[in-house]
């Protein structure tokens, strides 16, 4: 039984004012310094009563880390003979530390290797405009006019009297009289053909796009993308693996005509039909139909976005893409991020009856189920007629509010944002004269606490011209004068 | 200018009991024809008058509709020459209709292509033993004894005071003060060595298991799993892409040895250290070290899911494996679905520092950040001491229950259950005599009201003898003797 001396013990640092109790210091201690090399397998160590007395301290707390130590198999004991690293430890261990060492020193650690898909993640510059709160951060509804009252009084209820069948594992699709409650929703206010078993509930629209990407996709095919177009749908098919095939959009949206061209071979469609993002045009009835007949000739997936259709000024909405086709090749993704509160995190895809296992599968797989409290308020909400009232307010007031824009836009900038886009939403998107750096003009209105999103990111092929993108549903009046005056200064 | 005569108009089958309005039916109605060419392109429709008249129903309404059908570009109206069906539309409109016909009769709607994505997404055996909430369903922990009180207060408590700044955009990583408290239990409890800097909430261990696959690893790269191994991993991994390499487990969990010989190439590997999924032993000392070489050797990753070694009976909880990792190669994994409950969708992953911002960006890509309410009050619900409290006094019921499984298995199966792995967490698994069919006797099971989960499908290696896992944290003491005298009788 080889067993090597008791050499030099590493200097033991304990702190006795530390919150964490002697014997949890010092096993800690005996890990890192066996793990790292300093104690090598077989090594003998000093006795409790020893140790004790070196550190001055209890034996105690010497014989609890000792026990913790021999039972997790990293010092053992033999009668008469004293403990000792346990032998079983890989022998190498010192040469290890040298490797380490040198390993250390030469690259960080973790920074020797990088996936491909980490330059996908990485890929988009670094958002200062999103860090903060000011006008105009894109997507931003009006929380200071949200019945916030109301809505906290429901949900202390629903927290109040949660069944414990609420607090067990739910649903992967989601809680069904909310998706009864949406399916209702959609098939009156956006001309949605649906019914609850078809509905999905998620945590907001990016994890709808995650999972649309990942049922409906292998890793390397492609999907056709609007140009420019939502850069979350770019992070969330580009992480699944997609290739994206970029497709320019016109005054009616997406050109299919091009796609079918560049694109033949390709699976799927990103679309934002009813709003295009970032541009803001409506998707004509003739491109609608055309790419509808493409997608059932190629047997491609459509996957509709309608983030913010509740919103439209001038005209009734625009009825969804999913309402006209007779394929069941459109996938429905819509949020309550804009129409209720991002933090909401509630979202849904309306899934065609024959992928809905597929969808089921994908969810479980992805992250199981939603949280029911937000789900079963939200079905309350929705129930009482509360969100219909809440949306037909702030349909009035983002009308006002994107006057405003409008005009502050006049006054202060002229010619200098050439505005784009049709009535609807809670945002728009302004040209920039040429050669203006979109992304640099975003970072200096950061800066200034303004928070306007640069159109380029959205570009897979860079534009000729760049431009802006300013949220108006979380600006008062007031912000929005003063943002579109601190924007002038930053031309 | 081509010209289509007024032709048949298909029958409009309009509900004036319906509480869709009447312009909507109508309106939809003329999208639906016209897309599925029944109405051709610059076909001639009925005048308002006419088509009011034909149906019996008020002008209005039939005005509405033509004007929402011409704003959506689906009709257009000439002076003096009537409405027709948009001529942008494409012509072809009708030859697409017979081949619609063909189309749906020949293959469902959808139901022509599938990726093989879907293949491992649908690969889980239906399972029934997860439809019911009865004894033994694994991962479920006590509800009945949860204070479930004084968290609903608190819940409520934090739903009427949560300030604007949490209605909006948060930040990916998570809730600052969630993310300390995590850090510092983490260190505590489980000798994890981490700042709040390196924690990332998610929305439990699945979404954090797809986190880790999607930054850690491209499509096609191999990943160590152990076998048996946890279903849910199996499922994240393959989603990301990863080609699973089974590496057998014995009593020292892992066999490390084995895996460097069949997946010497892989970037990352998966365990269960310190209560392995599902067999329940600890994983050694000496292997421990065995695998923090190989990876820091082969430049790979380790996720350690830590998912219930709150709980363990007679010892001292063992340390995590990350906290003797002097490599940074160990991303950690916990979650509050055993701890607290499931529907509470809070976990969290301990990334090495130098990955923080892959990490960031990929909770970003895949579903952008979680829900204020319930971090704010699980950081106060550890703060005020209640989550400590809460630990301590399952510990003393699972220990119980644990022992009344024990006995009960003992009394009603004698040695057609023989059962494995150590003291500690909510669940054992117990080996059933060769050639008897774990899925079936699973099946028989839900069928009579008990959930138990077959040890079959945790194989990706078919194994010669077949087992069951009983999660007991869920089941009363009545409920555990009364579901193994059932499960008996499914023997």
Same mark, same amino acid.
């Given at each position: 039984?080889?067993?090597?001396?008791?050499?030099?013990?590493?200097?033991?640092?304990?702190?006795?004012?530390?919150?964490?109790?002697?014997?949890?210091?010092?096993?800690?201690?005996?890990?890192?310094?066996?793990?790292?090399?300093?104690?090598?397998?077989?090594?003998?160590?000093?006795?409790? $009563?020893?140790?004790?007395?070196?550190?001055?301290?209890?034996?105690?707390?010497?014989?609890?880390?000792?026990?913790?130590?021999?039972?997790?198999?990293?010092?053992?004991?033999?009668?008469?003979?004293?403990?000792?690293?346990?032998?079983?430890?890989?022998?190498?261990?010192?040469?290890?530390?040298?490797?380490?060492?040198?390993?250390?020193? &030469?690259?960080?650690?973790?920074?020797?290797?990088?996936?491909?898909?980490?330059?996908?993640?990485?890929?988009?510059?670094?958002?200062?405009?999103?860090?903060?709160?000011?006008?105009? @951060?894109?997507?931003?509804?009006?929380?200071?006019?949200?019945?916030?009252?109301?809505?906290?009084?429901?949900?202390?209820?629903?927290?109040?009297?949660?069944?414990?069948?609420?607090?067990?594992?739910?649903?992967?699709?989601?809680?069904?009289?909310?998706?009864?409650?949406?399916?209702?929703?959609?098939? &009156?206010?956006?001309?949605?053909?649906?019914?609850?078993?078809?509905?999905?509930?998620?945590?907001?629209?990016?994890?709808?796009?995650?999972?649309?990407?990942?049922?409906?996709?292998?890793?390397?095919?492609?999907?056709?993308?609007?140009?420019?177009?939502?850069?979350?749908?770019?992070?969330? +098919?580009?992480?699944?693996? &997609?290739?994206?095939?970029?497709?320019?959009?016109?005054?009616?949206?997406?050109?299919?005509?091009?796609?079918? @061209?560049?694109?033949?071979?390709?699976?799927?469609?990103?679309?934002?039909?009813?709003?295009?993002?970032?541009?803001?045009?409506?998707?004509?009835?003739?491109?609608?139909? =055309?790419?509808? $007949?493409?997608?059932?000739?190629?047997?491609?997936?459509?996957?509709?976005?309608?983030? !913010?259709?509740?919103? @439209?000024?001038?005209?009734?909405?625009?009825?969804?893409? =999913?309402?006209?086709?007779?394929? &069941?090749?459109?996938?429905?993704?819509?949020?309550?991020?804009?129409?209720?509160?991002?933090?909401?995190?509630?979202?849904?895809?309306?899934?065609?009856?024959?992928?809905?296992?597929?969808?089921?599968?994908?969810?479980?797989?992805?992250?199981?189920?939603?949280?029911?409290?937000? =789900?079963?308020?939200?079905?309350?909400?929705?129930?009482?007629?509360?969100?219909?009232?809440?949306?037909?307010?702030?349909?009035?007031?983002?009308?006002?509010?994107?006057?405003?824009?409008?005009?502050?836009?006049?006054?202060?900038?002229? *010619?200098?944002?050439?505005?784009?886009?049709?009535?609807?939403?809670? =945002? +728009?998107?302004?040209?920039?004269?040429?050669?203006? *750096?979109?992304?640099?003009?975003? $970072?200096?209105?950061?800066?200034?606490?303004?928070?306007? @999103?640069?159109?380029?990111?959205?570009?897979?092929?860079?534009?000729?011209?760049?431009?802006?993108?300013?949220?108006?549903?979380?600006?008062?009046?007031? !912000?929005?004068?003063?943002?579109?005056?601190?924007?002038?200064?930053?031309?």
């Amino acid at each position: 039984m080889q067993r090597i001396p008791a050499g030099f013990l590493p200097p033991v640092a304990m702190d006795v004012g530390s919150d964490m109790p002697m014997y949890q210091q010092l096993s800690e201690w005996f890990r890192r310094s066996i793990s790292s090399g300093q104690l090598r397998p077989g090594q003998r160590v000093p006795s409790t $009563r020893s140790l004790a007395h070196e550190l001055g301290i209890s034996r105690i707390p010497v014989l609890g880390a000792y026990e913790q130590l021999q039972s997790e198999g990293f010092l053992e004991t033999f009668t008469g003979a004293g403990t000792c690293v346990a032998r079983a430890i890989p022998a190498d261990m010192t040469m290890e530390r040298a490797k380490r060492a040198s390993f250390l020193s &030469a690259s960080p650690p973790g920074g020797s290797r990088r996936t491909s898909r980490r330059a996908v993640l990485m890929r988009s510059p670094e958002a200062t405009w999103l860090a903060n709160m000011g006008a105009f @951060r894109v997507g931003l509804p009006a929380l200071d006019a949200f019945p916030f009252a109301l809505w906290s009084k429901l949900v202390s209820r629903h927290a109040r009297h949660l069944s414990m069948e609420a607090m067990g594992y739910g649903d992967p699709m989601g809680h069904l009289p909310l998706r009864e409650a949406i399916a209702e929703y959609l098939g &009156a206010a956006r001309a949605v053909r649906c019914d609850a078993s078809q509905v999905l509930i998620t945590t907001g629209a990016q994890q709808a796009l995650q999972i649309c990407a990942h049922v409906l996709l292998d890793p390397g095919e492609r999907v056709w993308m609007e140009d420019p177009g939502y850069p979350g749908a770019h992070q969330a +098919l580009r992480t699944a693996g &997609a290739e994206l095939v970029p497709v320019p959009v016109d005054a009616e949206g997406i050109d299919v005509a091009h796609g079918a @061209r560049v694109g033949a071979d390709a699976r799927a469609v990103y679309i934002s039909p009813s709003h295009q993002f970032p541009l803001g045009m409506a998707m004509s009835a003739s491109r609608r139909m =055309q790419l509808l $007949r493409w997608a059932a000739s190629n047997d491609a997936w459509i996957i509709e976005d309608d983030y !913010d259709s509740e919103y @439209r000024f001038g005209s009734r909405p625009l009825s969804s893409l =999913q309402g006209t086709d007779t394929h &069941a090749r459109v996938i429905y993704i819509g949020t309550f991020s804009k129409v209720m509160f991002p933090a909401l995190r509630l979202g849904y895809i309306v899934v065609p009856p024959d992928l809905v296992p597929d969808f089921h599968a994908g969810r479980d797989a992805i992250d199981t189920f939603s949280s029911m409290l937000y =789900q079963s308020a939200m079905t309350e909400f929705i129930r009482e007629g509360h969100f219909a009232r809440h949306i037909r307010s702030m349909r009035t007031l983002y009308m006002e509010r994107r006057v405003a824009v409008h005009d502050a836009i006049r006054r202060y900038l002229g *010619d200098r944002l050439e505005v784009i886009g049709t009535e609807a939403g809670m =945002q +728009l998107a302004g040209l920039l004269p040429p050669g203006v *750096d979109d992304v640099a003009v975003s $970072r200096r209105a950061a800066s200034m606490g303004v928070s306007v @999103r640069p159109l380029t990111p959205c570009y897979i092929v860079p534009p000729e011209r760049g431009g802006l993108i300013l949220g108006y549903g979380g600006a008062s009046l007031a !912000d929005i004068d003063d943002g579109v005056r601190k924007l002038s200064l930053c031309l």
